[in-house]
């Protein structure tokens, strides 16, 4: 069954450091979103990005970060200058096409752990 | 999206059916009834969806009270790797929002 990919698992970073996570979404997906989970609270929303461009923002979604498609494949989020807050699980996730329902489902990646000291 | 509560958490028996249920009495004639659930700190995994016809998959069963405005996800046979956090989502398009969800305790 194709999988949404994220590198890395874990990263360990010092706080105002610049971090990239990646995905890989499943090959025939048109709609791409990061989510982000702090230990014990809820799964929150932070993007969503279609056709190069983004679509959907949350308020925790500022300008330290950013998201790119840069090869057609890969998905990446950027945190500009990482605080000790930015601490969470980071989860990708795709969707086909969203206008019809049978492909509304989202498939979530693994998720990459980030750990800001 | 529609707003949706749920119980906070259950338990049930390993072996039994285990009935998750979830209000959405907000919910708009275009919305569907999605349900995720999360084990420990994984990805969010998909388990079934629907608009007002009962739906059933090789996970769980799926059935939504007339008006719409509630469900209840039936995993007909619960395991104990079906212990997990269990979210009620409706929406048309756009972002999913995640509430707190129904932790499930699958016990032996």
């Known amino acids: 069954e194709p999988e949404v990919t994220q590198t890395p698992s874990h990263q360990v970073t010092q706080m105002g450091q610049e971090v990239i996570l990646r995905c890989v979404p499943i090959s025939n997906h048109l709609y791409f979103y990061w989510y982000r989970q702090i230990l014990g609270q809820k799964v929150e929303f932070l993007v969503s990005?279609?056709?190069?461009?983004?679509?959907?923002k949350s308020e925790i979604f500022d300008d330290q970060f950013s998201v790119e498609r840069p090869d057609g494949s890969n998905f990446t989020l950027k945190i500009r200058s990482t605080k000790l807050e930015d601490s969470a699980m980071y989860f990708c996730?795709?969707?086909?096409?969203?206008?019809?329902?049978?492909?509304?489902?989202?498939?979530f990646g693994a998720g990459s752990r980030l750990t800001v000291l | 999206d529609a707003k949706t509560t749920q119980p906070p958490s259950m338990d049930c028996a390993e072996g039994r059916a285990a009935n998750l249920p979830c209000n959405h009495s907000?919910?708009?004639?275009?919305?569907?009834v999605y349900w995720y659930r999360q084990i420990h700190s994984q990805g969010p995994q998909y388990i079934i969806h629907?608009?007002?016809n009962n739906e059933t998959n090789e996970m769980a069963s799926l059935i939504i009270t007339e008006d719409r405005k509630s469900s209840t996800l039936i995993l007909p046979h619960a395991t104990l790797r079906d212990t997990a956090v269990y979210y009620c989502?409706?929406?048309?398009?756009?972002?999913?929002?995640f509430g707190d969800g129904t932790t499930l305790t699958v016990k032996p």
């Open positions: 907000t919910i708009s004639g275009n919305e569907y």
């Open positions: 629907g608009l007002k």
């Open positions: 989502i409706v929406r048309v398009r756009g972002k999913s929002t």
């Open positions: 990005f279609y056709n190069n461009e983004i679509s959907e």
């Open positions: 996730a795709s969707i086909r096409d969203r206008g019809r329902t049978g492909a509304n489902v989202l498939t």
